[in-house]
Each structure stands twice: as structure tokens, then as C-alpha cells.
């Protein structure tokens, strides 16, 4: 975690209990739960006319790293769409970054971009739309532009975590672009959060012994290296 000690700012190490997502994993699972979609309603749609959307605002690095698992996925499944690369400037066929950090972290940005790229897609012959949102309010500004097109058959929107309204739509059996949500109960996330630092301010564990797979070992002062996994 980034920090500032004595006038002076730091982007690490800190050491500190902390309990997160991994952000890659809730790309990849959103990524997934989308193309699982598309199997069920448009089986017959060949992959070279389905369009996939990530809607991204990449100044935050745990937002970008699920942009990265939906791009991996992508990949994976459509292996003569290009290889997968990190780099943004890297294009896999039919796959678009809406990267909201090119005005403001809320739904209009995401609309006002999602708009541009359904209006003029890379391939013409697109016929189904993925739209994997960040966060609900980037699901929400992909839904107003599919209403608005008329295509909310053929949209599927999905977010990580879909908050009251989307679930409101679902059992009212209103018909929403939105169709699909990834979640985390709140009290059992922030559970292990309190549960691991008592455990470690009581000198039952270490961050080794409690998590090893997610320790970052800062033992000289040296520069923290990006994991080759991303």
C-alpha cells in the first residue's frame, strides 16, 4: 500500500493486515459468466460477430486488473482473435476497453463511451454485445445506451456487485440489460478482515502463515516487480 511517512510519499512496502479481492479472478469470473450467457440465448452466433465491451477506469489499479482477467478470458476462448498482452495498446479482435478515466469515475462516462463504440463497432456484422462493468454504475450506463438502441435482447451487461436497484429490476421481471452480477456478502468479507487481525495482533499468525499465497516479501528496500501473472 502506497504511504507517507515524515513529509514523504511512498508507493510501498507498508505493512499492514489487509484482506482484498483478486481482481484478475473477478475479471476472468465476469468475463466467463457472459460467454456462458451468450452460449444459452444465441448458440447459433458465431464468435467473429460478438462484440465484447470491459468498461475500465485504469488511473485504479485493482479496476484494471479486472479489465486484465476479462481480456485473458477472451483470449483464451477465441485463441484466433490475437494473444493476450496486458498493454491496453495491445487489440485482441472485437475486444474493447471503455476506459472511463478519460473523464469522470461515474455512469455518464460510461454511457457517453459505451455509446460511441455501439454506434460505430469494429466489425459491422457485431450482433451481440458482452459489457463487462467494473462497477454497478458502469453496468447502469451500459444499460441506459442498450435501452436505447433497442438491444436489450441481444446486451448483456454483468458487474461485480449489482447493488438493490438491479436486483429490484429481477423481481419486478422487468426485462434490463443488466443480467447478470458477481457478489461478495459484505459481513463475510469484513469477517475475515477483523478475524485475520486479531489473529495476528494476538500473535496467533503471521501474514506468511495466514496467507502466504498473497505475501509480498520486502526484506532489502528493493522496487516491487509486477507479477507475471497480469
Keep these: 500500500q502506497p504511504y507517507s511517512i515524515l513529509g514523504q510519499y511512498s508507493v510501498g512496502p507498508l505493512y499492514c493486515p489487509n484482506v482484498g479481492f483478486n481482481n484478475v479472478a473477478v475479471g476472468r469470473e465476469l468475463a466467463e459468466g457472459l460467454m456462458r450467457w451468450k452460449e444459452d440465448a444465441y448458440p447459433d452466433v458465431p464468435w467473429e460477430q460478438v462484440g465484447f465491451?470491459?468498461?475500465n477506469f485504469s488511473m485504479v489499479p485493482q479496476i484494471n486488473?479486472?479489465?486484465l482477467g476479462s481480456k485473458q478470458v477472451w483470449a483464451e476462448?477465441?485463441?484466433t482473435f490475437g494473444e493476450y498482452n496486458p498493454d491496453p495498446s495491445s487489440p485482441l479482435r472485437n475486444f474493447i476497453i471503455a476506459d472511463t478515466a478519460s473523464g469522470a469515475f461515474d455512469q455518464q462516462t460510461a454511457t457517453n463511451l459505451v455509446?460511441?463504440?455501439m454506434s460505430n463497432p469494429p466489425d459491422p456484422n457485431i450482433k451481440v454485445w458482452l459489457v463487462s462493468a467494473a462497477i454497478y454504475d458502469?453496468?447502469?450506463g451500459a444499460a441506459v445506451v442498450a435501452e436505447n438502441m433497442n438491444m436489450v435482447d441481444n446486451v448483456c451487461v454483468t458487474t461485480f456487485g449489482s447493488g438493490a436497484s438491479a436486483i429490484s429490476l429481477w423481481d419486478a421481471g422487468e426485462p434490463t440489460p443488466i443480467k447478470i452480477s458477481l457478489e461478495t456478502a459484505s459481513p463475510v468479507f469484513a469477517e475475515a478482515i477483523i478475524n485475520g487481525l486479531w489473529a495476528m495482533m494476538a500473535g496467533f499468525v503471521?501474514?506468511?502463515t495466514l496467507w502466504p499465497e498473497w505475501v509480498v516479501i520486502w526484506d532489502k528496500g528493493?522496487?516491487?516487480q509486477l507479477s507475471s501473472e497480469l
Excluded: G, L, V
Design 53 to 55: 465491451i470491459s468498461i
Design 65 to 67: 486488473e479486472r479489465t
Design 77 to 79: 476462448k477465441n485463441p
Design 115 to 117: 455509446t460511441q463504440i
Design 138 to 140: 458502469f453496468a447502469a
Design 206 to 208: 503471521t501474514p506468511d
Design 222 to 224: 528493493d522496487r516491487y
